[in-house]
């Protein structure tokens, strides 16, 4: 069986959640704030904030920045679900943009219709989606344009560049999740990074029941804190997070060689881009896609299709009463295929999955 994902797991993890288990420090402390400072200086940013999700870092990002009741977060139609529930949570609604064909990322232009459309909109929320950074020349100068705050979910990005510049580095705040099947893993985890000292430390009270001193809540906050044991995964992680980058790289580079099928679409790459590959994913046109996943289940396989609909359609926003057509995004869902190109599968596998793929 060739996984989709393999989170990487080595001695060096195991012995840093053994040394925390012997400390008897195994909720949030020392380790926590070691891990913040590292990965935020490994992005390129002032202050982290770690937590429990990167759902729960986008709620605490948003909510940090002031979002609220009664204000309109522009974002994508075509992401993860919780990229829209973080921006539900606070009570705050949504306006979705649509994405760009060749990236699957939020489109400039569609982004700056939905600014026009509601000038009152206080955000924009960007994705950047399967591991390759958004287009951050447009949507930065969108949000400078328009007076919005720019949070970039960067879930599926940890080490991806925009003109050698990190994912999470562009916006007033960023988010990352921990997940096991992300770039790097806490088990399950997040951060939120900003420079912005006052977001930095609204975030800190959203986190931790809105308590600075002990026993005084200045805010009803939340219990959203991570634990040593989860960073002390952490911090090996990163350290590993470059390595495991580059066999994504690898492996995507082997599938590009490799796939000769003029029915698949090959992931494209902006030239400002550097793509991590949290997923390789191809479109499948044609309408080919249910017999190639048969073809995968028959050869042991895995797959995913991420997504199989756009967020305003999804049965949970159903009384949101949401615009629901979105062109590009809703051609996009039928023919996306995401296959195996996480740091645990060998060139011999990539080859494998090419060569089921090219007999279709
Ligand atoms: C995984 C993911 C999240 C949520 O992260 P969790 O840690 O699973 O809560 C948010 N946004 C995107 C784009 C994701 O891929």
Known sequence: MITIAKPQIGQ????????????????????VSEFEKEF????????????????????????????????????????????????VYTGATPVFADIDEKTFNIDPESAEECLKQNPDAKALLIVHLFGQPCNMDKLCALAKKYNVKLIED????????????????FGDVSTFSFYPTKNMTTGEGG???????????????IENHG?????????????????????????????????????????????????QNKAMIVPYVDEHAKHVYHQYTI?????????????????????????????????????????TAYPVTDRVKKEVLSIPVHPGITEDEVKTVA?????L
């Open 12 to 31: 060096e993890e195991k012995d840093a959640v053994m040394e925390v288990m012997g400390s008897g420090m195994i909720a949030s402390g020392g380790v």
């Open 40 to 87: 935020a200086s490994y992005i390129g940013m002032q202050h982290g904030i770690a937590c429990t999700s990167g759902t729960t870092a986008l709620e605490i990002a948003l909510r940090a920045l002031g979002i609220g009741a009664g204000d309109k977060v522009v974002t994508t139609a075509y992401s993860f679900i919780a990229s829209t529930n973080g921006i």
């Open 154 to 169: 960067c879930a599926q990005a940890h080490g991806a560049l925009w003109n050698d510049k990190k994912a999470g580095s």
């Open 191 to 205: 951060i939120v990074l900003t420079n912005d000292e006052a977001v930095a430390e609204k975030a800190r009270l």
């Open 211 to 259: 308590m600075k001193i002990r026993y005084t809540h200045d805010i009803i906050g939340h219990n959203y804190r991570m634990t040593n044991i989860a960073a002390a995964i952490g911090r090996e992680q990163l350290k590993k997070l470059d390595g495991f980058n580059d066999l994504r790289r690898r492996n995507a580079a082997c599938y590009n060689g490799e796939i």
């Open 283 to 323: 479109r499948v046109t044609e309408g080919k896609r249910d017999q190639l996943i048969k073809t995968f289940e028959e050869n042991g396989i895995g797959y995913g299709i991420f997504y199989p609909f756009s967020i305003p359609e999804q049965p949970c926003y159903k009384e949101m009463n949401f615009k």
């Open 355 to 359: 060569r089921v793929i090219n007999s």
